[in-house]
DNA sequence: TACACCCAGTGTCCATCGGACACTCAAGTA
DNA sequence: TACTTGAGTGTCCGATGGACACTGGGTGTA
């Protein structure tokens, strides 16, 4: 960029610095925060390997010789981003409030690195801390008589929710979800889809939260019928 | 590519054809039809301007007078996959029965084209026919005493359980999906997801579907528990 | 019949992407 | 002092989406 003046400067100038600043060395861990603060500010579509090379003020290529390839980056970057899994032994009051903690948790961690979603679908490898979670939400279900799978389906379903109201939080997964254009379709076309229409309408200035509350205690709630429908009758 | 070749032919041999073949005249629905075959065989990736354009045998710039931009072209190609929302009126037996096969044949439309998850995460243009389905599930629901927010909730919790099904059946967006690598892992690791790991092994054999029946059933319970709440009380 | 216009498809260019590979150069060791 | 090592660099490559000027054949009009 400046290489003429950093010349002239070297030749005439007083020599008043190293000419390049003695900088930290890099390490994963520093590539990863880098990474992860270009796509808290920019999204995931920003963070290329020129990108975070540049905030560091080094070039792409020396990246690779702390990282494999983009998707160990990746990998790096989420495994830093979702913490360490929580703790939900102690918290009282069986599997529901054992969930609804996790749960929560874990949509805090995700509203704090919207690109989370979109980081972690496809095909990639994964992390420690990541399985992690999971095995904090398995727990939680340890004594409900749910055999291995359903456990495990349970959790899926459940993360799987988070995962569809934090993208759509972000962008318009679901045609409902971009509530603005959607209402602008559905006036010029109120005919075609009454339904949609009329419960949209219904909804006007509200407060949305794609459906979070609602569907997480519709899960809770299918859940606790299994439950108790599993559980050896007592009173009835 | 083979331009000597063919000047060759031209001045020597036998004119045996026009140099090139009468076309049929590009059309948005041809383009999309080639965007889908590309889509089907190689996946969303592959979807690119010059590989659709390549199977017409075009250059990648004549699509460009068609459709605008490549986010036109995948909007084109999700509204041409979708097909026609199903009419669900004539399905006996209410609401869940209708959600049922409302789920099921989304499902299947899905399942023909597994690029449909990847396509329609993030902002994009929403066509007509995806809006339709929406409609048609919405509708389903409408004498459930449901308010059009939760009506809408609800479809969205349903449609996004396909979503996270189907797009963890063709990749692994949640590390208990990568089955094989899970397992792996697991094994090496038991000491330290020894919830997780109890209930991998006692899955071990068994015939997966990503939750899928597991997950409809609990969401239609729990919806079933809100509408049943609501309804005003008959006997009790 | 002649000519001008229109426009679908072409060719070329550009910035950016992930990544391969050979290099430089300073620090540490023999 | 000479050699090795390894972190960071520079250059190249093919593929991506897209801008823009061009061409050539068909059609409408004079």
New interface residues.
């Given amino acids: 960029m400046a290489s003429e003046d950093q010349g002239t400067d070297l030749l005439w100038g007083p020599r008043q610095k190293p000419a390049r600043a003695p900088r930290l060395a890099l390490t994963v861990d520093r590539i990863a925060g880098a990474a992860i603060e270009v796509a808290d500010a920019e999204g995931m579509a920003s963070v290329s390997m020129q990108q975070v090379a540049a905030r560091l003020d080094v070039t792409k290529m020396a990246l690779y010789r702390h990282v494999s390839s983009k998707a160990e980056l990746v990998a790096v970057m989420i495994e830093s981003a979702v913490g360490e899994p929580p703790n939900l032994r102690t918290v009282p009051g069986g599997w529901r409030p054992r969930l609804i903690t996790w749960a929560d948790l874990m949509r805090r961690t995700w509203r704090r690195h919207p690109w989370l ?2 980081a ?5 490898m ?1 992390g ?1 801390r ?3 979670w ?2 904090s939400a ?2 939680a279900l ?1 004594d409900t008589g749910l ?11 459940l ?3 988070i ?3 934090e ?2 939080a972000t ?8 509530e603005k ?2 209402r602008d ?2 006036r010029d ?1 109120r005919e ?5 229409h ?6 006007a200035g ?1 407060v ?1 939260d ?2 979070w509350e ?2 997480l ?7 606790e ?2 439950i108790e429908g599993r559980r050896p009758e007592r009173t009835s």
Same sequence: chains 1, 2.
């Fill in positions: 979603p979109a972690t679908t496809g095909e990639r994964t420690p990541e399985v992690g999971t095995e398995v727990a340890g055999d291995g799978g359903e456990r495990m389906d349970a959790v899926f379903l993360s799987g929710h995962r569809n109201t993208s759509a962008a318009g997964t679901q045609p409902w979800t971009a254009q959607l379709i559905l076309h075609r889809f009454p339904a949609l009329e419960a949209t309408m219904s909804t509200t949305r794609n459906g609602f569907g205690n519709r899960i809770l709630d299918g859940l019928v299994l």
